[in-house]
């Protein structure tokens, strides 16, 4: 089932403090629009593409990444981008898509 987009920008949209994976200090995310989840930490601030996560969740629905969250962030970067895959992981966490 592919991300509903919606439902993102519905729940991160206005932000929200999201329960990190292990080894990952807390999470905020400061917002979210139909391109993007924007992502802050204690020493920086990104974002999270759409065209990525969606990529992450198509290739976990054919069975060709895990759904460990810990195994799940090696995998993102080499089968998706190098573009902040432990935040990724931890928001695919929070919609429900990883373990």
């Known amino acids: 089932m592919p991300i509903d ?3 993102v920008v519905n729940r991160y949209g206005d932000g929200a403090e999201i329960s990190a994976i292990p080894g ?3 999470v905020k995310i400061s917002g ?3 391109e993007r989840i924007y992502v ?3 020493l920086w601030k990104d974002s999270l593409s759409r065209q990525n996560l969606e ?3 198509t290739l976990l629905e ?3 990444m895990t759904k460990n969250s810990g195994d799940f962030v090696a995998q993102y970067r080499v089968y998706v981008a190098d573009e902040r895959p432990t935040m990724a992981a931890t928001v695919l966490k ?3 898509y990883l373990e």
Do not use: I, T
Request: glycine letters at 4%; a negative charge; zero cysteines.
């Open 5 to 7: 987009w919606n439902e």
């Open 24 to 26: 990952v200090s807390q």
């Open 32 to 34: 979210a629009d139909e």
């Open 40 to 42: 802050a930490h204690k």
């Open 55 to 57: 990529r992450a969740v």
């Open 62 to 64: 054919q069975n060709k």
């Open 94 to 96: 929070d919609l429900g």
